[in-house]
T-cell receptor
Framework: GAVVSQHPSWVICKSGTSVKIECRSL??????MFWYRQFPKQSLMLMAT?????????EQGVEKDKFLINHASLTLSTLTVTSAHPEDSSFYIC??????????????FGPGTRLTVL | AQRVTQPEKLLSVFKGAPVELKCNYS??????LFWYVQYSRQRLQLLLR??SRESIKGFTADLNKGETSFHLKKPFAQEEDSAMYYC???????????FGKGTSLLVTP
């Protein structure tokens, strides 16, 4: 149980285009979903936290107009990279947790999406 | 501010040898500490957390508030332990995780 999927697993796009990445909790309802970014051989950096039905909370330095997050249902969150540029190329990972926000609930991670912007 | 430090990028040990992956943190409140593991070509998964005080796959970690450390230990390393290990901290003001840079453990026969 507690499986999180991401789609696509990898994507290549041209500079200036927008890319949408989906994160789904397959067998549980995710009250909260998290989006991380990971550069090669570096750690996961939290980009934003989203609760179903409300606006995402972005970490300092993350442009909310560039990285649009939607968490419209308890099983789906999307990250849209708008007007992508080569510096946006990275590995994007989502995680999902169930239960009341603020309390500890294990985060279950997706397999990640490799974005390459040409 | 929260900070998690894993001083070793790479740790190589022989099979059967003890292994310790270091993790130090800085946080003014009472943090929750976790170890996550990522095996080759697999997703990140929780290994253990300090609250549960359990041993998973032979690994243990004790939270030392005096030294602000949460080192991961295993008395006898196995080849299947080779993976990337991340220490993570969750502050009591939220539920997001702050990850260290990770340590790549390589267990050789």
């Amino acid at each position: 149980g507690a499986v999180v999927s991401q789609h696509p697993s990898w994507v290549i796009c041209k500079s200036g285009t927008s890319v949408k990445i989906e994160c789904r909790s397959l067998d549980f309802q995710a009250t909260t979903m998290f989006w991380y970014r990971q550069f090669p051989k570096q750690s996961l950096m939290l980009m934003a936290t989203s609760n179903e039905g409300s606006k995402a909370t972005y970490e300092q330095g993350v442009e909310k107009d560039k990285f649009l997050i939607n968490h419209a249902s308890l099983t789906l969150s999307t990250l849209t990279v708008t007007s992508a540029h080569p510096e946006d190329s990275s590995f994007y990972i989502c995680s999902a947790s169930m239960g009341a926000p603020g309390s500890y609930n294990e985060q279950f991670f997706g397999p990640g999406t490799r974005l390459t912007v040409l | 501010a929260q900070r998690v430090t894993q001083p070793e990028k790479l740790l190589s040990v022989f099979k059967g040898a003890p292994v310790e992956l270091k993790c130090n943190y800085s946080y003014s409140g009472s943090p929750e500490l976790f170890w996550y593991v990522q095996y080759s070509r697999q997703r990140l998964q929780l290994l253990l957390r300090h609250i549960s005080r359990e041993s998973i796959k032979g690994f243990t970690a004790d939270l030392n508030k005096g030294e602000t450390s949460f080192h991961l230990k295993k008395p006898f390393a196995q080849e299947e332990d080779s993976a990337m290990y991340y220490c993570a901290l969750r502050g009591n003001s939220g539920y997001a995780l702050n990850f260290g840079k990770g340590t790549s453990l390589l267990v050789t026969p």
